[in-house]
């Protein structure tokens, strides 16, 4: 017996789906408008200089359905590129980047009329940092410092935070 298609629209969102008897299978069409078609999704962002803690933290992120990473960039100017031109929700920040400290990228991100979460990842041990003085902005929400290396449990520890607080928003 073969397989029959449909089409339907699904809160808004064209989707197509497969059937067979009492079988069916239900594909959305996604295409990119700029905004946010699920506001259960964050936007993230990953400012780190080093290759290889890009690729954890990008194979972390596609291991949480919540989240989408938007762009990686190694440098502060980058990022606030990125931060001025995308919807972005998250920022994984390295406060030790090759030629400036991460944090610099905080009182320029203050500026921006948007609320960012922040998950500091670092080599550094936490201490070294005043996360009360260096966060203290209205639009920008500490979450978690992360120091390098960092499982994949602390990582989800740290996007279960967010992701509550999320929800007491809503």
């Given at each position: ?23 069916a299978f239900f594909l959305k069409i996604w295409w990119d408008t ?97 996360t009360r003085k260096i966060f203290n902005q209205k639009n920008i ?30």
């Open positions: 017996m073969g397989w029959s298609t449909f089409f339907f629209m699904d809160s808004g969102i064209p989707s197509f789906g497969l059937y067979q008897q009492n079988k700029g905004y946010k078609m699920d506001k259960n999704i964050l936007f993230c962002l990953v400012v780190e200089d080093e290759p290889l803690a890009q690729q954890i933290l990008e194979k972390y992120l596609e291991c949480i359905e919540e989240l989408q990473l938007v762009a990686k960039c190694e440098t502060i100017e980058e990022a606030l590129m990125t931060l001025q031109s995308e919807q972005i929700d998250v920022v994984f920040l390295d406060i030790q980047l090759e030629a400036t400290l991460g944090t610099e990228i905080i009182g320029k991100m203050k500026q921006l009329s948007r609320r960012y979460y922040i998950v500091v990842t670092s080599a550094r041990p936490a201490e070294s940092l005043d929400i500490f979450v978690d410092y992360l120091t390098k290396p960092f499982s994949f449990d602390r990582f989800h520890a740290a996007i279960r935070k967010i992701l509550t607080q999320e929800m007491s928003n809503e």
